[in-house]
Each structure stands twice: as C-alpha cells, then as structure tokens.
C-alpha cells in the first residue's frame, strides 16, 4: 500500500513499535499496512517498473470483462496477498484504483 499515507504511517509505527497492533485497530488501517511496515516492501526500482508499465487502474471487473482504467489514487497492491504467501516480485504487483482495490481486497478476505 503505497499511497500518500504509506510514509506517515512508516514514521508513526517506527516510533511506537509496541504498539502496532493497538495503534493499527485505532487508525483502522488495513493489515496489508502492517505486512508491508514489519516485512521488506517492494524495492524502489519494483515500485518504478510498475508505475512505468501500468498508468492507469488494472482491474478487470469479472461480469463485463472491461478494464477500470481509473487514473485517479492509483495504489500499488499484491495479486497475491502477502498473508497468502505472495511477495514483492514485480510480477506480484499491480496498480489499481482505491474502489478496485478495496473491491479485490475484500474479495481476497472473504473468497466465495
């Protein structure tokens, strides 16, 4: 997760790294955040490769077929989650949208 907030979160869990947990309930941030804060992230150059191959949102919606193409808060996001066992290759990452990602995210949490 690598959007604005991503270096603010980063500075606010390096200083109070006792408590992530409570202070991750409290600002009601996603677990992805905490993998990718205790974990090594991508790499710069992975995150430079991503933006420069995928400029806009790459989700597909599965009953149309269409592409999101949204270019509007674009986040970086694992195709497999890191608590699935996913990592940080360039091939693991994609750029999506904030509404496809929370969509992917949730589909990813509850699979049907």
């Known amino acids: 997760m690598f959007s604005i907030y991503y270096h603010e979160v980063k500075r606010f869990f390096m ?3 006792g408590v992530r947990i409570a202070a991750l309930l409290m600002l009601n941030f ?10 090594k992230g991508p790499s710069l150059l992975d995150i430079k ?14 009953q149309s077929g269409q592409r999101c193409k949204s270019t509007w808060k674009l986040q970086i996001d694992h195709k497999q989650s890191r608590w ?7 091939n693991n990452l ?3 949208c904030s ?4 969509a992917t995210q949730t589909k990813k949490q509850n699979p049907v």
């Open 94 to 96: 994609q750029l999506l």
């Open 49 to 62: 490769l991503v933006k420069r191959q995928q400029t806009c949102c790459q989700y597909i919606d599965p």
């Open 15 to 17: 200083a109070t790294s």
């Open 30 to 39: 996603t677990a992805t955040v905490a993998v990718e804060l205790n974990n």
């Open 99 to 102: 509404s496809a990602r929370m």
């Open 84 to 90: 699935a066992g996913g990592d940080h290759s360039k």
